[in-house]
């Protein structure tokens, strides 16, 4: 079976809203105003250059960012489904397509509005595209770096085993603390 470019472009678009979400928790994780890191992590998820963040938008992502977590947080497949499960149950609205009045390309939406408030939007995207990466590989679409000196969080996207690490670099430091403290 052959993928269609068209279909290849809506996985890619499921894999980016899903790393946009673990790159926004990584910043949401920081103590202090965060706006400025918040909004380079959108821009670069393809949201305006100019967009500004107001304090209260910051506290309505760090309100979503503590629902979303519970998903990154999950010890299993089941734990995974149910936290997005419940967490779309108590925000997300029938989907619908947007176009956002021309400026985009049609693409799937399950917040209230185009309009809706940051915190709505950050949550039901994040969790519609972890609900698809859980569904397509059957295992937990995102977790948390395994290394206690880290905790970042991270997207799980590769085929075979459950990653543990955000990286190859926190894999490997734990491995050679594990090999240098077997040697003492």
């Keep these: 079976m052959t993928v269609s470019p068209r279909f290849a472009q809506f996985g890619q678009a499921v894999y980016e809203a899903a790393e946009r979400a673990a790159a926004m928790l990584d910043v949401l994780r920081q103590d202090g105003d965060v706006r400025d890191e918040l909004a380079a992590v959108l821009h670069a998820y393809g949201e305006p250059e100019s967009l500004e963040i107001s304090p209260a938008g910051l506290a309505e992502y760090r309100r979503a960012g503590a629902d979303l977590l519970r998903v990154f947080a999950a010890a299993d497949l089941g734990q995974a489904a149910d936290a997005i499960n419940e967490l779309l149950a108590g925000s997300a609205r029938p989907p619908r397509l947007t176009a956002h009045g021309g400026s985009t390309g049609w693409h799937l939406h399950v917040d209230s509005s185009d309009d ?34 880290c905790g970042r969080p991270f997207v799980n996207t590769g085929r075979g085993s459950e990653r543990r690490y955000c990286s190859a670099a926190c894999g490997t430091r734990e491995r050679v603390a594990l090999y240098r403290g077997m040697k003492k």
């Design 116 to 149: 809706a408030p940051y915190g709505e939007w950050f949550l039901t995207s994040s969790c519609l595209a972890l609900a698809v990466l859980l569904a397509e590989r059957q295992q937990p679409p995102a977790g948390l770096c395994a290394s206690p000196s």
